[in-house]
């Protein structure tokens, strides 16, 4: 059973840092890609970051050159480091684990933005 705990969402100002996490287990984790996804009331869920299993990662174009997403797998942790955070990062952030076709989230963190 593959299991998905995101975490550090938060209250954060405009323009601060914030760092997100998701521990992973049952999943062997540094076999599979992994992402970061986005969902704010009233709209789909938007994937904002991946990460490949061999480390190649993607960005939106609206986070790209702030945020970024990394990986630990000897502690099966996936990362996103948010800089320059904007008004419109806010939402709940959802860990994804890609296993074929085979998708697994988290519970989500909400990430608050404060002007």
């Known amino acids: 059973q593959v299991t998905l705990v995101e975490s550090g969402g938060g209250l954060v100002q405009l323009g601060d840092s914030l760092r997100l996490s998701c521990v992973a287990s049952g999943s062997l984790f540094a076999n599979f890609p992994m992402a970061w996804a986005r969902q704010v009331p009233g709209k789909q869920r938007e994937v904002v970051a991946r990460?490949?299993?061999?480390?190649?990662?993607t960005y939106a174009d609206s986070v790209k050159g702030r945020f970024t997403i990394s990986r630990d797998n000897s502690k099966e942790t996936l990362f996103l480091q948010m800089e320059s955070v904007k008004l419109e990062d806010a939402g709940v952030y959802y860990c994804n684990q890609r296993q074929y076709a085979t998708d697994y989230w988290g519970q989500g963190t909400e990430v608050i933005v404060s002007p």
């Open positions: 990460i490949g299993a061999g480390g190649g990662t």
